[in-house]
């Protein structure tokens, strides 16, 4: 399986911007520059991008886990954050904290820890990254209220 994207950067390290695109079309042309880095600037950063692709990754491995381990997964939600810092002179991705709610209609959460665990060790995004990675976890019944 191979997955691309291109990405075009202009002018200065901090005063420039790029604009990325992947054949599939749902990025094209996204905006992304330094100052997005920091919040200031209304486009994408690589971080939040790499972000992105943990939660979404993490959501999927989570439902995976959870049918293996016997638990009918009906909507799994994770938010993931990255802490960018400067280690030296140099801005690195320090750590991510995700916490992550799944929802079931079965009355059996044993397993469910250890469904996390697993789909953690297994993520094929975020078991690239040598960061503190901390996860929280929890599982819902299908009669709480239901996510947005």
Not at 81 to 104: H, K, M, S
Request: some cysteine; aromatic content about 6%; glycine content about 8%.
């Amino acid at each position: 399986m191979l997955r691309e994207a291109h990405a075009i950067w202009k002018d200065g390290p901090y005063t420039g911007g790029g604009a990325i695109s992947t054949p599939s079309g749902v990025l094209n042309n996204c905006k992304y520059n330094f100052g997005s880095l920091t919040g200031l600037s209304a486009c994408t950063s690589p971080a939040e991008m790499l972000a992105a692709a943990i939660a979404s990754s993490m959501s999927r491995m989570v439902a995976v886990e959870m049918a293996k381990a016997g638990i009918r997964p009906l909507q799994v939600e994770t938010d993931a954050a990255l802490t960018v810092d400067f280690v030296g002179e140099v801005l690195r991705i320090v750590g991510a904290q995700l916490n992550i709610t799944a929802r079931t209609g079965d009355s059996e959460f044993g397993r469910f820890e250890e469904a996390v665990e697993s789909a953690r060790r297994e993520c094929p995004v975020s078991g690239i990254l040598n960061i503190d990675m901390r996860c929280e976890a929890k599982l819902v019944s299908a009669a709480a209220p239901a996510f947005v």
